[in-house]
């Protein structure tokens, strides 16, 4: 042995090696993936950088071109953005940190046939506090013909026909998941090669959990349903599947993911003050509603699939229940009956 370990398969080998199942595939999905597996390795740098940025920022408010230093959020947009700009797979982008979509004029990037909508990083309040973020995207193939400028009509599809999710778990280590409909799979970052390796082949969400995830502190302000079933969540014990434990990080990517992993059901109601939720459908719901479907799980808004959902505008929010099957179809028996 050299010690080179031949099982470890690489983001680019596995997505290439599944091309091989589809002769007539172009291979632009597995280039998209690419792409934005370089801008996370790009943005891991600067997260793991980020309790540096008092000492550093101070020193250097203005950075060399006279700029100001760039929040990390910005920072992570504009790599996922340029990754996907240079690259030849993508016509264009949504991003919950830009008023609007931005179509890509190059020539190349017109004759794309993917648009693709991400949060580029998803929990920015716990930046400060050293608590795990992430990156959600969602990928669609466009409507609008190859060619042409990309269009509102390109994003702002059902969740359903999504083409591919993921996300990017900027944790204790770094880790990225994404789903075809062939499959979930996960894949952390080997800092000493700077490689995502797969990691997590076929992640299926267990059937049932003992987890739910809900901010507490808004409690009194959900719906009388809602708070029933978190009553039950409480009142869980050994006769009844119980007992729960209840964890709430505050970056959705780093709950829903260990919900994924360890069974759970994560929520984010809407509320008397806010009846949308505050979840972005198209940048966060959707995603994680497509990922977790394909895993065997279930995400609805309280009345619907999340998928089936036909967005209006690129911002718009939604209420959000996602999970475990045997959680969702307990929590779906309460508030089901409302609506
Ligand atoms: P973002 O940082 O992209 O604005 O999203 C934060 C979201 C989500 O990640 C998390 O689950 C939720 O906000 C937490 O909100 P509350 O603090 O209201 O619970
Ligand atoms: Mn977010
Ligand atoms: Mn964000």
């Keep these: ?56 920022g101070n020193a250097n408010k203005i950075n060399v071109q006279g700029e100001d230093v760039m929040k990390l959020d910005e920072f992570a947009n504009k790599q996922f953005m340029g990754a996907l700009q240079h690259g030849i797979s993508c016509a264009g982008i949504g991003s919950e940190e830009l008023d609007d979509f931005v179509a890509f004029d190059d020539e190349v990037s017109m004759n794309s046939k993917y648009v693709c909508l991400f949060d580029p990083l998803d929990g920015s309040g716990n930046i400060d506090v050293n608590v795990s973020i992430g990156t959600i995207f969602s990928v669609f193939r466009r409507v609008s013909p ?64 003992r987890i739910y995830s809900v901010n507490h502190g808004h409690f009194f302000r959900y719906d009388e349903k809602v708070r029933d079933y978190i009553n039950i969540c409480q009142n869980k014990n050994a006769a ?76 718009q929010r939604t209420p959000m229940f996602i999970g475990s099957r045997k959680m969702m179809e307990e929590l779906e028996s309460i508030i089901g009956s409302t609506k």
Excluded at 23 to 34: V, Y
Excluded at 244 to 271: A, C, E, W
């Design 146 to 209: 190859k060619g042409t400028p990309v269009i509102l009509e390109d994003f702002i599809q059902k969740g359903r026909r999504q083409v591919a999710a993921g996300y990017i778990v900027y944790g204790s280590s770094t880790m990225l998941v994404y789903a075809t409909r062939r499959g979930v799979n996960g894949f952390t970052l080997d800092p000493s090669i700077g490689e995502f390796c797969l990691s997590h082949p076929q992640l299926q969400c267990p059937d049932d959990g």
């Design 240 to 315: 009844n599947g119980g007992p729960y434990t209840q964890r709430y990080i505050g970056s959705m990517v780093s709950d829903v993911h260990r919900n994924l992993i360890k069974g759970g059901i994560f929520m984010y109601p809407g509320t008397s003050d806010r009846p949308g939720g505050k979840l972005r459908l198209m940048y966060e719901s959707n995603p994680f509603a497509f990922i977790v479907e394909v895993a065997g799980g279930i995400a609805t808004d309280g009345v619907q699939p999340i998928l089936d959902i036909q967005p209006t505008e690129l911002h």
């Design 1 to 56: 042995m050299n010690g080179f370990n031949r099982k470890v398969l690489t983001l680019d080998e596995f997505t290439i090696q599944g091309l091989r199942d589809f002769p007539q595939a172009t291979g632009e999905l597995s280039g998209l993936l690419r792409d934005m597996g370089l801008a996370a390795k790009r943005v891991n740098v600067e997260v793991n950088k980020a309790g540096l940025v008092d000492i550093l």
